[in-house]
């Protein structure tokens, strides 16, 4: 390639050379379209040099284009490098500024995080590093300076790494925002992103470099040599496997045994209660483990994380049990193993768990699937099949953000200010507010100057200032206050829990605490501890007496649901079981089960939809399986139950699970009758039955926490400061209540209404899936014993109930329960 | 709903007050009028439309009970002043002649001047036959019966399927705490105890649980 002709590419050359380091296609590919000056998409793995990638050309460019590059450096930021994770910072910059020293460039390259002390920030307020790493919160910080365009005026590239992280979070909407404006101060702006495999890998480019720079860019694929197996452990008998349950600690002494047999071990699990249940597990039956293995989530004190990733990088520990907050970030080169307990539910997740293992150039990625319950061991075979196939889900973006689009309108305005007229085209640029109209655009503007819809003030509100045109925040203590409460991701309210001299263990929710009495016994961050006292948002804990047993604390937003390339694959293998039972090990293993069902009712092939019915004591049920997972069977079930209720009086209980879900009553469905005169799966009129059939106030009430927090509505407090800011604390509940009642345009309670549609009922999988029922045969078996499918939603005790009453006579049932219940 | 202590007849109502039949007497609690007023000041768009529903429901009471007199038990006022305060001037002119005594809550920090320039009586706690209107609970009420506020009390209706959390009225034996009146008011879960009776609003009635 012509450029490595270039003084710049032998420099490097020389060095790379001199450590042996032969640059790979993917790595050559990408520095020649970077050099020929275009935009684009990276598409490689964790560990494969995915950074120098994009970091050489960079260099190369510089040389190339400086006659003094030595001796005369660039004034003021020249490229940025977004990171979602505060941890991978450390790492990036050493590796960057190992290679600037070598090849003699005298750059500097900062870091600028939340970790970022005062020292270093005010440091890059007089003169900012060549290249900084940054966080998207971070960046938007630095747009609420009041001197941020002078600080990006020179800056030609930005890259985004780990871009799949951050596309399907508020996050991304973030980074749209800052990239819109970063374009309108340098139009010449070089983009680039770095992702991992996703489904929509040229959609998450479109999004990262806009329409106008999409045009002439490109997508470069490292492809990965790296195999992926996949092994399940299987229990001797399949009925030692329970039919329902997810936690899997029957397999333990398998588990264990893989565990001792290698170096250093990653235990995946799905929730933070089931990782702490089985590091107590192994540890009590299994002692010698005590100080060479370690526990991490998400809901542990950040310094006790930093720990256990430190001692894993320094191979002081031979096993670590952890959750997602272990899925991305710092390369664990020393993990030997990874072991997946239960199904993570997404083909994606799998892969990057089971990436964690074999770094080495060449080596297998080998991932042990430990089953929690029998029927796993079908959707082991189908995350088999995904990854062979290569099958990835996508990363859907968020669209219509108004809440994060609120905080970045008040952060320019608290930095230099805006324009409205040009912030809207900009805005318009990006692909979460493409739709934007100006009556929204305009409602904006009235929430953060006058708080009302109108731009016409008629009390004191104060936020944003018109002056001359420019919006802007002059109320110092507003300011503040806002740079305090930026960024999207927000807290649950939970307490942290602590030791009497003070030393943080993490946090826990306040419903679990509330439990709790003195000298009660709890496990937390793997040991036993015992509850002393809570006292303003802190619990403080000592070490509970030997032998004292107590509860595992349950956190919230425990459980993920089927995505939908998983689903598929799980009907296939259904379907095949039925011509080919001997295929698969783990199908194999099944087939007691499969027959069971079989002879009690039926295995479903793809082109059908099975339903059960079934008498029991506590009323008669209907079993439906689409195997859409429990979000998608949230919305449906819901959906059925309205529509059966509007064609006779009736009351339905309903329980779900990622396979199916159940409708309960105290009267007989004829749903063979019914199907045949109406079409209950049908898509017509399906927003207004949903709307109709689920408490659709309450779930956007839920929402609406996370938005109001992000939008400025609810302000948490000074660090420190608590008790002063007590006169401007209300519950988000409060607050929707208020606004729903006397607001009926607001902004932000239609996105909650939209978010509960999109990300929670999953409408457009919803509308997808009842298609396809639409063309499948409806296979329906009356049942007299439960079958290995309807037995774990028949246990299931989370229940709820659709009722067309009104509040009043909900209540006053309620009541009759109540007193019932006495 | 009705309800008799020591002889004399008082109305729940729906509209988160207690009507005192037999002197004629509205029983108000913590209003914290200027709350929504102080957020917006603060750069918190709560809507401002929301504070007229409580003129509007304090307006009906008073018309609908043919009430001479109200008692405020405290919370009259969230914070410092504000505009709302003249709001609240301006519909206490209109209804001049109810008499207005306020017993003081911890949230009136406003001068008393202003209290008395709109003719409402200031007291810190307030007798009348063999009853004791005030703010805060008494931990042991003795002879007396209270009335106060200052809890906000809320009580949680649980089934096995659902949830509701709901306003109350909390009637103990010798003490009785009222709902919080305010449209923008938070609530503080109560539980059931021996000797209490609560009574949940829910929309436009009012129920014993």
């Known amino acids: ?822 | 709903m009705q309800i008799e202590i020591n002889n004399h007849l008082f109305r729940l109502l729906p509209q988160k007050a207690i009507f005192w039949k037999t002197r004629k007497t509205l029983l108000i609690g913590d209003l914290h009028l200027g709350k929504i007023t102080h957020f917006r000041n603060s750069g918190i768009a709560v809507p401002s439309g929301a504070f007229l529903n409580n003129f509007q429901r304090m307006e009906h009471l008073i018309l609908n009970n043919d009430a001479e007199r109200i008692i405020l038990l405290g919370d009259l006022f969230h914070n410092i002043y504000n505009a709302e305060w003249e709001l609240f001037a301006n519909w206490r002119r209109k209804f001049h002649s109810i008499e207005i005594i306020i017993v003081l809550g911890n949230h009136d920090i406003l001068p008393y001047a202003l209290f008395e320039e709109i003719n409402i009586r200031v007291e810190d706690y307030w007798q009348e036959e063999n009853f004791i209107f005030l703010h805060h609970p008494m931990e042991h009420p003795e002879e007396n019966y209270v009335f106060c506020g200052h809890v906000h009390p809320v009580y949680c209706l649980r089934s096995r399927t659902q949830s509701i959390k709901l306003p109350c009225f909390i009637i103990d034996n010798n003490q009785a705490i009222l709902p919080s009146f305010g449209v923008f008011t938070g609530g503080y879960e109560m539980k059931k105890v021996k000797g209490r009776s609560i009574f949940i609003i829910a929309e436009n009635e009012v129920m014993k649980v």
């Open chain 1, 1 to 822: 390639m012509e450029f490595q002709q270039t003084p710049g590419y032998k420099i490097l050359q020389k060095w790379l050379r001199s450590r042996k380091w032969k640059p790979a296609p993917f790595q050559l590919e990408t520095m020649d379209a970077f050099l020929s000056g275009k935009s684009g998409l990276l598409n490689a793995p964790t560990g494969s040099g995915k950074t120098y990638a994009l970091w050489f050309p960079v260099l190369v460019n510089y040389i190339n284009t400086t006659k003094e590059f030595k001796t005369k450096p660039p004034k003021g930021l020249q490229i940025l490098w977004i990171t979602p994770l505060r941890a991978l910072a450390k790492d990036l910059q050493r590796n960057m500024q190992q290679a600037c020293d070598a090849m003699e460039i005298p750059w500097q390259v900062g870091i600028r995080t939340g970790d970022s002390n005062t020292k270093d920030k005010a440091s890059q307020k007089k003169q900012m590093p060549q290249a900084l790493i940054i966080t998207p919160e971070s960046l938007h910080i630095l747009f609420s300076q009041k001197n941020s365009s002078e600080i990006f005026n020179s800056l030609h590239t930005i890259v985004i790494d780990e871009w799949h992280e951050l596309i399907g979070s508020k996050r991304g909407v973030q980074t749209e925002l800052a990239l819109s404006r970063l374009r309108t101060i340098n139009p010449g702006l070089r983009t680039w992103g770095i992702s991992a495999t996703i489904g929509n890998l040229e959609q998450a480019k479109t999004i990262l470099l806009g329409n106008e720079q999409n045009k002439n860019s490109i997508t470069i694929i490292a492809k990965s040599t790296k195999k992926i197996v996949v092994e399940t452990l299987l229990p001797e008998k399949i009925e030692s496997l329970p039919w329902s349950g997810y936690l899997g600690i029957r397999l333990l002494k398998e588990v264990v045994d893989i565990v001792k047999k290698s170096r250093s071990t990653l235990l995946f699990t799905n929730t933070r209660w089931q990782s702490e249940t089985w590091y107590q597990a192994i540890i009590e039956h299994y002692p010698e483990f005590a100080g060479i293995a370690a526990l991490h989530h998400g809901s542990l004190d950040k310094d006790l994380r930093a720990w256990v990733e430190e001692s894993l990088h320094n191979e002081k520990l031979k096993l670590v049990v952890c959750t997602s907050s272990l899925d991305l970030g710092v390369d664990f080169r020393p993990v030997e193993t990874v072991i997946q307990i239960g199904s993570p539910k997404s083909i994606s997740r799998f892969v990057q768990r089971a990436g964690r293992s074999g770094h080495q150039p060449g080596a297998v990625s080998k991932i042990y699937f430990t089953p929690t319950n029998s029927l796993e061991l079908i959707e082991a075979v189908s995350f088999r099949k995904g990854i062979e196939n290569n099958i990835l889900e996508d990363r859907e973006p968020f669209i219509n953000a108004y809440d994060v689009l609120a905080q970045w309108m008040v952060t320019l305005a608290v930095g230099e200010g805006f324009d409205e007229k040009s912030l809207f085209e900009e805005v318009k640029n990006t692909n979460s507010f493409k739709m934007i109209i100006r009556k929204d655009w305009e409602w904006m503007l009235g929430y953060i100057t006058t708080g009302s819809s109108s731009l016409i003030a008629y009390d004191e509100f104060k936020k944003v200032e018109i002056e001359n045109g420019r919006f802007v925040v002059k109320d110092r203590k507003i300011a503040m206050r806002h740079r305090l409460s930026m960024g999207t991701i927000v807290s649950d309210s939970a307490l942290t829990v602590k030791f009497q001299h003070g030393k943080y263990l993490g946090s826990i929710e306040e419903s679990f605490v509330s439990r709790l009495k003195p000298g009660d016994v709890f496990w937390f961050a793997g040991m036993s501890v015992e509850f002393i006292r809570i006292r303003e948002m802190a619990v403080t804990v000592r070490k509970a007496p030997p032998g004292k047993k107590g509860v595992i604390p349950q956190w919230m937003g425990g459980r993920m649901s089927l995505s939908s390339n998983l689903s598929q694959f799980i009907r296939d293998r259904l379907s095949e079981s039925i011509d080919h039972p001997g295929k698969e090990i783990e199908i194999k293993k099944l087939q007691p089960l499969l027959q069971l069902q079989s002879s009690r009712s039926a295995v479903p092939r793809s082109d059908e939809l099975l339903i059960e019915q079934f008498e029991a004591r506590d009323g008669h049920h209907i079993f439906i399986f689409p195997f859409e997972g429990r979000l998608v069977h949230e919305g449906m079930s819901a959906l059925l139950a309205y529509r059966l209720t509007q064609l006779f009086p009736i009351t339905f209980s309903i329980a779900m699970n990622d396979y199916g879900f159940e409708l309960l009553s105290d009267q007989y469905v004829n749903i063979r009758e019914i199907v045949k005169t109406s079409n209950i799966f049908t898509t017509d009129n399906l927003l207004n039955d949903i709307h109709a059939s689920v408490n659709a106030t309450e779930m956007a009430k839920r929402k609406f926490r996370e938005i109001a927090s992000i939008a400025g509505l609810i302000f948490q407090g000074f660090p420190g400061r608590q008790v002063k800011a007590r006169q401007l604390q209300a519950s988000s509940s409060l607050l929707f209540d208020v606004i729903f009642e006397y607001e009926k345009d607001n902004l932000f309670v239609r996105q909650a209404f939209q978010e509960v549609l999109y990300y929670q009922l999953e409408e457009v999988r919803l509308r997808k899936a009842l298609t396809r029922i639409n063309s499948q045969k409806l296979l329906i078996k009356e049942i007299d014993k439960p079958s290995p499918l309807s037995f774990p939603i028949l246990v299931d005790r989370l229940r709820e109930q659709l009722t067309s009453e009104k509040l009043n006579v909900r209540i006053q049932k309620m009541l009759i329960d109540y007193s019932d219940a006495d």
